[in-house]
T-cell receptor
Framework: DTAVSQTPKYLVTQMGNDKSIKCEQN?????MYWYKQDSKKFLKIMFS???????INETVPNRFSPKSPDKAHLNLHINSLELGDSAVYFC??????????????FGEGSWLTVV | KQEVTQIPAALSVPEGENLVLNCSFT??????LQWFRQDPGKGLTSLLL?????REQTSGRLNASLDKSSGRSTLYIAASQPGDSATYLC????????FGAGTTVTVRA
């Protein structure tokens, strides 16, 4: 049973469209994250939620809107997609966030290509 | 702003050789440091987590050291195998994870 699962794994869409990536964790963790890995392979945090509450919001365009209906789910909705949004998006979770020192577990990634 | 650097960017060794991967970070006020492995087209797998109060962690053939004061961590992989071929990422936690660009390792059979 996959600990952190995200769907879809691959997504090809046209500029201007709106798309969502879903993430679920079955580890009972309180904290969930979205990371973006660009073409140069750098991973950067986008958002972090703790118990459905937003605690980290890096300088991400407001076209990106995370939604956490419960602490096991953190979905990422992207409006008006641009070419530069093409990347791999990783969902992750940890028991507690921030200074807790807990291991972070990652999903398999969602490959988004905007054409 | 935390900056994490990994050297070398790529490494190719014959099977059986020991691997040494380096990670340096600019702000030593961290809670912990985590080493991950990433296979092509896959997510990240956590290898070792070192708390800021620890000097090293070991798991099987893997050993990671942490020198917080100098902003350095080293991942040692003993007796490398072709299955160790992957990209290894270092991430420091100073409330949020900051990643290095990774070291891509190829172990030749």
């Amino acid at each position: 049973d996959t600990a952190v699962s995200q769907t879809p794994k691959y997504l090809v869409t046209q500029m201007g469209n709106d798309k969502s990536i879903k993430c679920e964790q079955n580890l009972g963790h309180d904290t969930m994250y979205w990371y973006k890995q660009d073409s140069k392979k750098f991973l950067k945090i986008m958002f972090s939620y703790n118990n459905k509450e937003l605690i980290i919001n890096e300088t991400v365009p407001n076209r990106f809107s995370p939604k956490s209906p419960d602490k096991a789910h953190l979905n990422l909705h992207i409006n008006s997609l641009e070419l530069g949004d093409s990347a791999v998006y990783f969902c992750a979770s940890s028991l507690k966030g921030g200074s807790s020192g807990n291991t972070i577990y990652f999903g398999e990634g969602s490959w988004l290509t905007v054409v | 702003k935390q900056e994490v650097t990994q050297i070398p960017a790529a490494l190719s060794v014959p099977e059986g050789e020991n691997l040494v991967l380096n990670c340096s970070f600019t702000d030593s006020a961290i809670y912990n440091l985590q080493w991950f492995r990433q296979d092509p087209g896959k997510g990240l797998t956590s290898l070792l987590l070192i708390q800021s109060s620890q000097r090293e962690q070991t798991s099987g053939r893997l050993n990671a050291s942490l020198d917080k004061s100098s902003g350095r961590s080293t991942l040692y992989i003993a007796a490398s195998q072709p299955g160790d071929s992957a990209t290894y990422l270092c991430a420091v936690n100073d409330y949020k994870l900051s990643f290095g660009a990774g070291t891509t390792v190829t172990v030749r059979a």
